[in-house]
């Protein structure tokens, strides 16, 4: 059970916006499965590697003296897909920021500077990005209790099944974590999200070396490949439709035309068809 330190650090974090937060002591973090996964095989699996491109195993460069990782979740309605929605220039590959990161990185910030300045614990807020400094946070949240990783290979809450977005930071103490919890909806799973992904990327078990054993598999069995899902996430960049002299994103049509920007929409229909906690939201 949390003390009230750690009790103040998740009020602030939902005071400023987060759904859920969590707790987890970061050295059973560095064996979770995906950071096993990349000091083994590294960022390069199933063909597909990390912005870096990079296939040698790596390790996370973890922050000397941090103790802690704090995640925090925003919910991502099924209403609300323009939380997704990024604009980029079709001659690169940079991604832009999209509403629902922006938020993210704006909740971390501001709660980081609370944690400094409050409490006096010296924080390191993450990039999403392993390649940036970031950390797996879909491993952290298990470890932190906000839920399980599903069959889609996406964190599952309780409260909003996969429909949520995550970001944290590492903190320079020994909180108490909050745990993980007692959750596990599959037993009677119907897939639905497989079936759902128009590049059948569940179809498959992805081949790791003989040698390396992982004993939480990527989507629990092992049965998801990177590289098509990539394939229908590049494939959904679209150039933003006109509508009133306007595109979908609320860019202005000339800006559009002028600077070659495109409205990216990544795909979501592996975690729109999971039907764990509320699926309308």
């Given at each position: ?110 709660l980081s500077a609370w944690i400094e300045r409050t409490e006096g614990i010296n924080t390191h807020p993450l990039s999403y990005s392993t390649e940036e400094g970031g950390i797996y946070f879909k491993d952290a949240a298990v470890l932190a209790g906000l839920g399980c990783i599903g069959k889609n290979n996406l964190l599952i809450t309780p409260e909003y099944g ?120």
């Open positions: 059970m949390a003390s009230r330190l750690e009790e103040r650090i998740i009020e602030k974090a939902k005071e400023l916006g987060a759904d859920l937060v969590g707790i987890a002591s970061i050295e059973p973090l560095k064996d979770s499965p995906s950071h096993y996964l990349l000091s083994t095989v590294g960022r390069k699996i199933d063909g597909i590697g990390g912005d870096s491109g990079s296939d040698d195993p790596q390790q996370v460069q973890w922050p000397t003296g941090a103790r802690t990782a704090l995640i925090i979740a925003v919910a991502h309605p099924k209403a609300k897909p323009e939380l997704d929605w990024s604009h980029s220039r079709k001659t690169s590959t940079f991604r832009g920021n999209s509403p629902g990161n922006k938020m993210l990185i704006t909740i971390n910030k501001e996969p429909r949520v977005r995550l970001r944290g930071m590492l903190l320079e103490a020994e909180l108490e974590t909050t745990g993980t919890i007692d959750y596990d909806p599959f037993k009677d799973c119907m897939e639905y999200c497989r079936r759902a992904c128009p590049q059948e990327a569940f179809n498959g078990a992805v081949s790791l070396p003989k040698e390396i054993e992982v004993l939480n598999p990527p989507a629990r069995d092992a049965f998801y490949r990177r590289s098509r899902c990539m394939v229908q996430m590049y494939a959904d960049w679209k150039l933003g439709q006109p509508a009133n002299n306007k595109t979908t994103g609320g860019m202005d049509k000339d800006k559009v035309q002028n600077t070659e920007t495109i409205l990216v929409k990544y795909c979501r229909q592996c975690e729109l068809a999971c039907p764990e906690g509320n699926p309308g939201v």
